[in-house]
């Protein structure tokens, strides 16, 4: 191996020990055996401290049953204690002199000089074994003697012992057995990921129709898995979109650039015939239709990334109505109806609601049979603006699609004057960019409600 690629390798395996299943396993395997060596600690505490209870009750029964014979009068001298291996009995005078005691310690000093109820534990004793004694002391009634008992802590020490023996060595078996289990579910786990990962890595733009592999059931991979496809089928559904938008768009910029391109190519080749007047009558249309549809897309493409600034100012939105009216009663095609128009205000740019006004009125001028209604209603919360035509009216299979970029109806089309298809889609993200909504309706032509937010008067200065 070149030198060159040990650092790559070293880091590649770092890399692969960074995964969820690795990351899993060992948070499994550290949390349950901190858990395991924190449990066991306790226990063995907790045992110990039982079972030394135990030796000391017992040294206390003894201690009891002692003075209980003492007080009994039985002379101290005669005082017959049986000697056990594992514990020994003093019975100390007033002066502390041992009086009496067991065979094991038998002519020994006070093993210990303790208070009358009070209990110590002793490392060394004088007696054969090595084991630690939990010593307790009892006074008789009447003070005359004082008993002192010790019971070998040795068993306890041995048993908790034991105990944590076992215990401990169990838990590295018991750590294997987490990291195993947890290794071989997170791999069964992830199993679902690692195929819709691969898929989606097999996925180009050019293959936007395949699905990732969707599990069965409701856990959290199967709504990756959904989710996934979901966000598969808006990028299809966009890329399709875009694929009619810059086609639509393309056929639409053709038909003034070829007029204009055939109008300068008549022009060089007569001179004679065309003057500068007619030429400019003839391109002037042309340059304006394409520029306006060029205006339309560039907002257009402002909405797609979200970057269609709207101002933040009180804007009358009854004015941009009588002004539209006022426009078309001017052009004379149609009959304006304004009697449903009341003040209403709405927070925006007034640019580009006055935009949106002018497209549905010029909308509702082209496919009116001779009248065009224009309307404001205003609530608490919401303000309606209605543009409303008495001509065919839209089908309701057409009322969702309409607001899409470069729909054109068939009946629109033979009767349209150069439209693009973008004014009603222009609508659309108008609307959606102040906070509103739009729709059509029947009513019996077509009905166009735009609901925006109302502002409050009191806060826009008013």
């Known amino acids: 191996m070149p030198a060159t690629d040990w650092p790559q390798t070293v880091g590649d395996r770092f890399r692969r020990l960074g995964t969820v299943r690795v990351r899993t396993t ?13 449990g066991g600690l306790l226990l063995v505490r907790l045992l110990h401290s039982s079972l030394v209870d135990n030796v000391q009750t017992a040294a206390e029964l003894r201690a009891r049953d002692v003075a209980a014979a003492l007080e009994g009068g039985a002379p101290p001298p005669t005082l017959a204690v049986p000697g056990e291996e594992k514990s020994l009995i003093q019975v100390l005078d007033r002066t502390g002199a041992v009086v009496a005691s067991s065979d094991n310690v038998a002519g020994e000093p ?29 006074q008789t009634t009447d003070h005359q003697f004082t008993v002192l008992v010790a019971q ?10 034991l105990v944590g023996r076992v215990l401990f060595a169990g838990i590295p078996i018991l750590l294997v057995l987490v990291a195993g289990t947890t290794w071989i579910v997170a791999g069964r786990a992830l199993r679902p990921v690692e195929r819709i990962r691969a898929q989606v890595a097999a996925i180009s733009a050019q293959e936007l129709d395949r699905r990732v592999p969707e599990p069965t059931g409701e856990d959290e991979i199967a709504r990756l898995a959904r989710t996934m496809n979901a966000m598969l089928d808006r990028l299809e559904r966009s890329q399709d979109r875009q694929r009619r938008f810059v086609s639509d ?36 249309p042309e340059d304006r239709r394409m520029a306006h549809v060029v205006e339309d897309l560039l907002l257009l493409a402002r909405a797609d990334e979200d970057i269609l600034r709207v101002g933040r100012r009180p ?25 449903t128009i009341s003040a209403g205000r709405v927070l925006g740019d007034r640019a580009q609601l006055a935009r ?40 309701a299979a057409e009322r969702e699609r309409i607001f899409e ?32 909504s739009v729709r059509v309706e029947g009513h019996p032509g077509a009905r166009f409600v735009v609901t925006f937010p109302a502002v409050d008067t009191e806060r826009s200065g008013d």
Do not use: M
Not at 315 to 322: A, E, G, H, N, R
């Open 249 to 284: 768009a393309s056929h639409e910029l053709r038909s003034p650039i070829a007029t204009i391109h055939h109008q300068l190519e008549v022009a060089l080749a007569h001179p004679d015939r065309v003057t500068v007047d007619d030429l400019a009558n003839e391109l002037l």
């Open 26 to 38: 060992v948070v499994a395997t550290l949390v349950v055996g901190i858990a395991l060596v924190v």
């Open 405 to 436: 970029r470069f729909t054109r109806l068939d009946d629109a089309r033979a009767r349209d004057s150069g439209g693009a298809g973008l004014g009603l889609a222009i609508v659309a993200e108008v609307a959606r960019a102040h906070g509103g």
């Open 315 to 339: 804007v009358d939105v009854d004015d941009l109505l009588l002004a539209e009216a006022g426009r078309l009663r001017q052009r004379g095609k149609v009959s304006v109806d304004t009697t």
């Open 152 to 161: 070998s802590l040795g068993p306890a020490d041995s048993s908790t012992a």
């Open 356 to 395: 949106l006004v002018r497209n549905l009125v010029d909308n509702a001028e082209r496919h009116a049979a001779s009248t065009v209604t224009l309307g404001l209603e205003t609530s608490s919360n919401t303000v309606r603006v209605i543009v409303a035509d008495d001509g065919a009216g839209v089908p």
């Open 110 to 138: 006070a093993i210990t000089h303790l208070a009358a109820g009070g209990a110590r534990t002793i490392e060394r004793l004088p007696i054969s074994d090595h084991d630690p004694y939990r010593v307790v002391a009892r």
